[in-house]
């Protein structure tokens, strides 16, 4: 196993942020190769984008579940992406670099380049969302010098996710998000993640209680008939039970798990099947 955690380098006065001195980071979690089984082996890698409403990033949403795609043989990258004090688009770009420092060293680092996911969690889940619709508009791309899909992702996983700024919005996230430019009608437009799907979106795995009493069921809805109607392949689950924040749906992220709720733990193993079939 290769560990390391790497910086995220962004010129925060370039794009006009404060983001209060945080630096943000890449944690590469890579299996090794071996003679005896494939020294040739390529990844598929998880890129993975814990929740906290912009305020913070979870634990509970970070390692562990870096550790359950790391089972399956895949590479897992977490990002600890600026928060609170940092606005829009701090976190899109971090996000961006990552992806970008992955396909950069492919090689030294194993990785399968057409099936590179980024994993997103409730706020999280909203970031891996907001990148895979915007990872080509013209002020990510302007920024890094990109020209050719440098940074575009393969496919996103989205976990309980936070997805529109209308009616069904988890305020909270997008008060951290944008600010006092919260009220701004157009960057509430940009952010507003099913408004924001094209033809270059990749496809989405998504998965969301119908319970869930913080971030509706209805933002996974959102973005799910959004991608069906630019034909963009999506799979789909609503679990009848269980709340917010769910994670592994394990003991591994929470001791008192289990019950009704336990089946929604089922979400991992199937994600990992869907990466394979990408």
């Excluded at 909203?126 to 990872?135: E, I, K, P, V, Y």
């Excluded at 971030?215 to 991608?227: C, R």
Aim: aromatic share 10%; with cysteine; hydrophobic share 40%.
């Amino acid at each position: 196993m290769n560990y390391q955690v790497l910086d995220i380098k962004i010129d925060y006065k370039k794009i006009n942020v404060d983001n209060g001195g945080y630096q943000p980071t890449m944690s590469l979690y890579l299996p090794s190769n071996s003679n005896e089984i494939d020294l040739n082996r390529k990844r598929p890698t998880v890129v993975i984008c814990p929740g906290g409403g912009y305020a913070f990033t979870s634990d509970r949403e970070a390692e562990p579940v870096a550790l359950k795609f790391v089972s399956a043989d895949y590479n897992a990258v977490i990002v600890r992406y600026s928060v609170d004090k940092a606005k829009f688009p701090a976190a899109l770009l971090e996000l961006s670099y990552a992806v970008a420092k992955i396909r950069e060293n492919a090689e030294e680092w194993n990785v399968d380049t057409e099936k590179i996911v980024v994993c997103g969690f409730s706020a999280g889940g909203h970031l891996a969302a907001s990148f895979s619709t915007l990872w080509n508009k013209d002020f990510v791309k302007e920024y890094f010098g990109y020209k050719n899909g440098e940074n575009k992702p393969n496919g996103m996983i989205l976990c309980y996710p936070v997805i529109t700024s209308g009616e069904k919005a988890h305020r909270g996230s997008f008060e951290y998000l944008l600010g006092e430019k919260v009220t701004d009608k157009a960057l509430m437009e940009l952010v507003s993640v099913e408004k924001q799907v094209s033809e270059d979106t990749p496809p989405a795995f998504i998965w969301h209680t119908f319970e869930d009493g913080c971030v509706p069921v209805e933002n996974s809805l959102l973005i799910a008939n959004a991608l069906a109607q630019k034909k963009i392949s999506t799979e789909l689950h609503i679990f009848p039970h269980g709340g917010h924040g769910l994670s592994l749906v394990n003991s591994a992220v929470c001791s008192n798990y289990g019950g009704d709720f336990a089946e929604c733990g089922a979400w991992a193993d199937m994600a990992i099947r869907w990466i394979k079939n990408l």
